[in-house]
């Protein structure tokens, strides 16, 4: 049973490209959460979705950030114009249930230079 | 907003000797999580803890959820090199969907 997968786990950016991230949940999860660890500091919630909903985005900078999880495929988190503080590692977590246990995957290292 | 304190913040220590880490907060939680966090690598749950006052051990580690649901502590015992790492622990608001706030973490370094 495959844990949850995120890709690319590396990604350097120039400052004004787009990052994309993805993330497969574990099989049978239909939550998915997406989180950011800055430098030195520690994780801080951005995005909670379900398939084709987002539920709560009061983590998630208003502007060049997005997400969505669509009906078929992987969960993506979408950064615009991205700026050297967007540097970060990127963590996404799955849960079968709501109120119930998240399971993270290794994250994406994004490096905006 | 829910905050979670997490102390110590560093912590070094001999092979064999015991430790606690404690994780505080003015919150009442509905659940509280630990996770460990290698480098590179994103956290691993290690355990779940829901009802007040509830103890749940794994193998040398003890962890413990505040009667109260506002606080909790990891407690290792005869800690061995293989423990290193960073411990987090994460809080599931009463009121606050399903987003967890995590503490800022302990990094623990057991020298053999």
């Known amino acids: 049973n495959a844990g949850v997968m995120q890709n690319p786990r590396h990604l350097v950016r120039r400052r004004g490209q787009e990052a994309r991230l993805r993330c497969s949940p574990m099989k049978g999860h239909s939550h998915v959460y997406w989180y950011r660890q800055l430098p030195e500091e520690g994780l801080k919630f951005m995005v909670y979705?379900?398939?084709?909903?987002?539920?709560?985005e009061s983590g998630m900078p208003k502007e060049r950030f997005s997400a969505e999880f669509p009906k078929e495929g992987p969960s993506i988190l979408r950064i615009q114009q991205v700026v050297r503080g967007d540097s970060a590692a990127y963590f996404c977590?799955?849960?079968?249930?709501?109120?119930?246990?998240?399971?993270f995957g290794p994250g994406t290292r994004l490096t905006v230079t | 907003t829910q905050l979670l304190e997490q102390s110590p913040q560093f912590l070094s220590i001999q092979e064999g000797e015991n430790l606690t880490v404690y994780c505080n907060s003015s919150?009442?939680?509905?659940?509280l999580q630990w996770y460990r966090q290698e480098p590179g690598e994103g956290p691993v749950l290690l355990v779940t803890v829901v009802t007040g006052g509830e103890v749940k051990k794994l193998k040398r580690l003890t962890f413990q959820f505040g009667d109260a649901r506002k606080d909790s502590s990891l407690h290792i015992t005869a800690a061995q090199p293989g423990d290193t790492g960073l411990y987090l622990c994460?809080?599931?608001?009463?009121?606050?969907?399903?987003?967890?706030?995590f503490g800022g973490g302990t990094r623990l370094m057991v020298k053999p």
């Open positions: 977590a799955s849960s079968p249930y709501t109120s119930y246990e998240q399971y």
């Open positions: 979705l379900q398939k084709e909903n987002i539920i709560d």
């Open positions: 994460a809080g599931e608001g009463d009121n606050a969907g399903n987003m967890l706030t």
């Open positions: 919150s009442v939680f509905s659940s």
